[in-house]
């Protein structure tokens, strides 16, 4: 049974810090992109982040660029997202999701290209 389950979101001040992480359990970790995505109020869900599954490429959305870092941790099944100098435009539920194709070369910014999703953690940075 495929899981993942999101941790560490929170109440933060703007400028503030977090680290969220995102346990896996059920598939090869090691052998799938990985990738984070938040949701705003009366948003569509939208890509942030993304991790290849070998080399530790990266990729990211321009207005996160230089504040946030996906990084993983096959040996614990686990991937990151650390989050800096946040925003009250940071604000939103931040999802983790597993990329639907085994070793995929390339990252993708369609929610319909990732086929497992965690339940999600709540980031709100307060102005």
């Known amino acids: 049974q495929v899981q993942l389950v999101e941790s560490g979101g929170g109440l933060v001040q703007a400028g503030g810090s977090l680290r969220l992480s995102c346990a896996v359990s059920g598939f090869p970790f090691s052998s799938y992109i990985m990738a984070w995505f938040r949701e705003s109020p009366g948003k569509e869900r939208e890509f942030v982040a993304a991790?290849?599954?070998?080399?530790?490429?990266?990729w990211y959305t321009d207005p996160v660029i230089g504040r946030f870092t996906i990084s993983r941790d096959n040996a614990k099944n686990t991937v990151y997202l650390q989050v800096n100098s946040l925003t009250p435009e940071d604000t939103a539920v931040y999802y983790c999701?597993?990329?639907?194709?085994?070793?995929?070369?390339?990252?993708?910014?369609?929610?319909?290209?990732?086929?497992?999703w965690g339940q999600g953690t709540q980031v709100t940075v307060s102005s």
């Open positions: 999701a597993r990329d639907r194709l085994m070793y995929s070369t390339s990252y993708h910014l369609k929610v319909d290209e990732y086929d497992y």
């Open positions: 991790i290849s599954w070998s080399r530790g490429r990266t």
